[in-house]
């Protein structure tokens, strides 16, 4: 008996160390690459405000507005060129993704159009969701295309919940997640007149 209580003590002690060694390199390996992906990800987000924006020579301090509903505020990235705002970045984002959360940039010029987007992140299935990046700004095919189109005027949803665009072809829920994140954006971009507060809170 003293021999089996010995070899599950043995086993015990043994799990616990592997464990901790465990446990520590995770914490080491986190601990060693988390200011290179923070660094990879801010440096995706500047380029994709130079993408999405129209010609501009400068920007200008970062706001947040508040989102509508109880989420995540937006980040907004005022454009200027000659000392006037050409148009607005703003990190937009949804969380009714069919894999979740998706985060994409949005350009808007100075009249409310759509400049460009950039799909920031997404968990979306592979030739189906994630043609997302295109498929919404296909010049050839002008029911896909939201580029230089406006929110306060268009539709922002797939035809077949009454607007104006066509879903990506077996991804109705990831296409309505999308176009949800774009009128967020839209929101946003209204309220930016009256958000010089809000970019100190």
């Known amino acids: 008996m003293a021999k089996r209580e010995s ?8 799990l616990f160390a592997v464990t901790f060694i465990a446990a520590a390199a995770l914490g ?16 995706a987000q500047s380029e994709a405000i130079r ?3 129209p010609e501009f020579e400068e920007l200008g301090q970062p706001l947040k507005i508040a989102a ?3 989420g995540d505020s937006l980040e907004v990235f005022p454009a200027y060129k000659n000392g006037l705002r050409t148009g607005l970045a703003i990190k937009s984002y949804t969380n009714n993704g069919f894999s979740g959360y998706i985060s994409v940039m949005v350009g ?3 009249t409310g159009n759509i400049s460009g987007y950039e799909v920031l992140e997404h968990a979306e299935t592979p030739g189906l969701g994630s043609k997302m ?3 919404f700004s296909n010049s050839d095919k002008p ?13 922002f949803k797939v035809k077949k919940d009454g607007g104006d665009f066509d879903a990506i072809t077996a991804s109705t829920i990831t296409s309505r997640a999308f176009l949800e994140a774009l009128v967020l954006a839209y929101d946003a971009y209204e309220k930016s007149d009256n958000a010089g507060s809000a970019g100190n809170q």
């Open 143 to 155: 029911d896909q295309n939201v580029i230089g189109k406006n929110p306060g005027s268009h539709q």
């Open 68 to 70: 509508p509903s109880k």
């Open 108 to 110: 808007f010029d100075s």
């Open 51 to 53: 993408k999405v924006l």
């Open 133 to 135: 990046g295109a498929w």
């Open 28 to 43: 080491f390996v986190y601990d060693y690459t988390k200011d290179a992906i923070e660094l990879s990800k801010m440096k």
């Open 7 to 14: 070899t599950f003590i043995n086993m015990v002690v043994t």
